[in-house]
């Protein structure tokens, strides 16, 4: 895993840049977006009618707030946070520029650190990982057997998720296998069990869990 591959997947969020910048969320995206009155064009807008590969700068994604309500951001890469840098003149720009390469730096070195810590040629082999999971891939192919199991046993579905996470850190280390996953995609997993569709082993170890579930009376 070289450099290269780290910095092209670790990203920090308009959420921190705005923090850096000590501005409001809202005035970032403005710059991505544009303004709401159509006066200003945004970044997003630019790149793409010029053929750019937005995500390469900018990623669509979420957060929530104190109130528990859902709300736009975006993960910005390293080539991202460099175009930002350049929107920006004056103090502001140089301060900016400066914590966000100490952040990305801070992320890698600790992302290396993590590598050199993981047996990777047996840990790879031994847990079948997949290089491109396809997200959700368990669960569309399970859930309906999750749904006989929470009707049988009056369970819900945080509690049955929570009885696969037992029985998989009964079985396997998913300390391990949750670093080996960030260490390819420069974050956590947003939820332990999306590691099912990163680890065929773990995935095996899920399925035959919940068929055990399924036939117990």
């Known amino acids: 895993m070289n450099g290269e591959v780290i910095n092209?997947?670790?990203?920090?969020?308009?959420?921190?840049?705005?923090?850096?910048?000590?501005?409001?969320?809202?005035?970032i995206l403005e710059k991505l977006e544009g303004t709401k009155d159509g006066k200003t064009k945004g970044v997003i807008?630019?790149?793409?009618?010029?053929?750019?590969v937005v995500s390469d700068y900018f990623i669509p994604s979420t957060y929530k707030d104190d109130s528990g309500?859902?709300?736009?951001?975006?993960?910005?890469?390293?080539?991202?946070?460099?175009?930002?840098a350049n929107k920006f003149t004056g103090e502001k720009g140089i301060v900016f520029t400066a914590l966000?390469?100490?952040?990305?730096?801070?992320?890698?070195?600790?992302?290396?650190?993590?590598?050199?810590?993981?047996p990777?040629?047996?840990?790879?082999?031994?847990?079948?990982?997949v290089e491109k999971p396809d997200s959700g891939k368990w669960?569309?192919?399970n859930n309906w057997k999750l749904k006989i199991i929470c009707d049988r046993f009056k369970w819900t579905?945080?509690?049955?998720?929570?009885?696969i996470l037992v029985e998989l850190s009964d079985l396997h280390n998913l300390e391990l296998?949750?670093?080996?996953?960030?260490?390819?995609?420069?974050h956590k997993p947003e939820y332990k069990l999306n590691l099912l569709d990163y680890s065929e082993e773990l995935a095996e170890t899920a399925t035959r869990y919940v068929n055990y579930l399924l036939i117990e009376e």
Do not use: P, W
């Open 177 to 186: 296998v949750e670093k080996l996953y960030t260490v390819a995609y420069g």
């Open 139 to 141: 669960f569309n192919k």
């Open 157 to 163: 579905r945080k509690f049955l998720y929570h009885k």
């Open 45 to 52: 807008e630019t790149l793409t009618h010029h053929d750019f």
């Open 100 to 118: 966000y390469v100490k952040r990305f730096h801070d992320m890698e070195q600790a992302l290396k650190k993590s590598r050199q810590a993981i």
């Open 120 to 129: 990777e040629k047996e840990s790879l082999e031994h847990y079948g990982i």
């Open 69 to 84: 309500k859902e709300n736009k951001c975006y993960k910005v890469t390293r080539m991202g946070c460099e175009f930002l």
């Open 8 to 27: 092209k997947n670790t990203t920090i969020t308009t959420l921190e840049i705005a923090n850096m910048l000590e501005m409001k969320h809202y005035k």
